[in-house]
């Protein structure tokens, strides 16, 4: 069994820059696919991005290239999201997930399990 605890979201001005974490339980974290989805009210959960077991492939959404960033340290269990440049409109919950990658990396039932969520706040 894994569990995963988001923390690092908050409030921020449009331009600004967020790190969110998510801390994993468990001695089978790295050899884990792990992704990041978000939720903004009223709307769908979507990919956000992903990387693989040891970090060396990751993915990302099309609207995040180039401003966001995943990464991970196996050594803490840990799996990163550095947010660059947000806008408004990433305002949203962002949970992560991690599973042994058996089905593809942006679609939700992929993973085994996942975060509770924090939120991101962007003001404008």
């Known amino acids: 069994q894994v569990q995963l605890v988001e923390s690092g979201g908050g409030l921020v001005q449009a331009g600004g820059s967020l790190r969110l974490s998510c801390a994993a339980s468990?001695?089978?974290?790295?050899?884990?696919?792990m992704g990041w989805f978000r939720q903004a009210p009223g709307k769908d959960r979507e990919f956000v991005a992903a990387i693989n077991w040891n970090g060396i492939r990751t993915y990302y959404a099309d609207s995040m290239k180039g401003r966001f960033t995943i990464s991970r340290d196996n050594a803490k269990n840990t799996v990163y999201l550095q947010m660059n440049s947000l806008k408004p409109e990433d305002t949203a919950v962002y949970y992560c997930a991690g599973g042994r990658g058996g089905g593809h990396y942006a679609i939700g039932s992929s993973y085994d399990y996942w975060g509770q969520g924090t939120q991101v706040t962007v003001s404008s």
């Open positions: 468990g001695r089978t974290f790295s050899s884990y696919a």
